[in-house]
């Protein structure tokens, strides 16, 4: 069993700051990948940032210079920090992670989402 725990999103003002986190748990024997996806209301979900075991990282181009993707030395937390944001940032983020598991097997594990609001 894998969870994926997220921290709480929030309302914040235009031009203001977030960091969201993810940690992994649970019967891991490898990550792959982890990253965020976000889904506004009435659009489908879209990639945010993710970031690889080796440290490569692939962002969306509207957040591109706004936002950073890391992992902690554990590799098992996802942290994405947010600065400028716009109103148009407003979503629900779901954290993501490809996880091996002992079999050698590799599934996609999602977080509950958390809901991010900015304020004009």
């Known amino acids: 069993q894998v969870q994926l725990v997220e921290s709480r999103g929030g309302l914040v003002q235009a031009g203001g700051s977030l960091r969201l986190s993810c940690a992994a748990s649970?019967?891991?024997?490898?990550?792959?990948?982890m990253g965020w996806y976000r889904q506004a209301p009435g659009k489908q979900r879209e990639l945010v940032a993710t970031i690889a075991s080796d440290g490569s990282t692939v962002y969306a181009d509207s957040v591109k210079g706004r936002f950073t993707i890391s992992r902690t030395n554990t590799m098992n937390t996802v942290l994405l920090q947010m600065n400028s944001l716009t109103p148009e940032d407003t979503a629900v983020y779901f954290c993501?992670?490809?996880?091996?598991?002992?079999?050698?097997?590799?599934?996609?594990?999602w977080g509950q989402g958390t809901q991010v609001s900015v304020s004009s």
């Open positions: 649970g019967s891991i024997f490898s990550i792959k990948d």
């Open positions: 993501h992670a490809k996880i091996k598991n002992s079999l050698g097997v590799f599934w996609d594990y």
